[in-house]
């Protein structure tokens, strides 16, 4: 177990876990996180789907407007993170 994984983020995921729809969704994320923590966080996921589209740095950072810093990060995570970024987007891709 990772030493951030405590009862307060389990408590965390299973909150996320149980939204039903997009309303619900808004609704916890903006009680959550400010707006600008959720645009990142948005940004960051369509950064993944476009690295794994094929596109390079220029373009995304072109097309999203985000550094080049956030981008390499967001890159480092699909070449060896845990896959999380993969699997949301596989599943939100499919709806």
């Known amino acids: 177990m990772a030493k951030w ?17 997009m309303e619900e969704g808004y609704i916890l994320m903006e009680d959550l996180c400010t707006i600008k923590e ?17 596109k390079n740095y220029q373009e995304i950072t072109k097309l ?3 550094s080049t810093a956030t981008i390499s990060r967001v890159n480092k995570c699909l070449e060896y993170g845990n ?12 709806e």
Not at 83 to 94: C, H, M, P, Q
């Open 38 to 54: 959720i645009i990142d966080i948005s940004q960051r996921l369509e950064v993944a789907r476009l690295l794994i589209d094929g």
């Open 83 to 94: 896959g999380g970024y993969r699997a949301a987007l596989e599943k939100i891709i499919g």
């Open 5 to 21: 994984h405590t009862e307060a983020t389990d408590r965390l995921i299973r909150a996320i876990a149980s939204v039903k729809d």
């Open 64 to 66: 999203t407007g985000v």
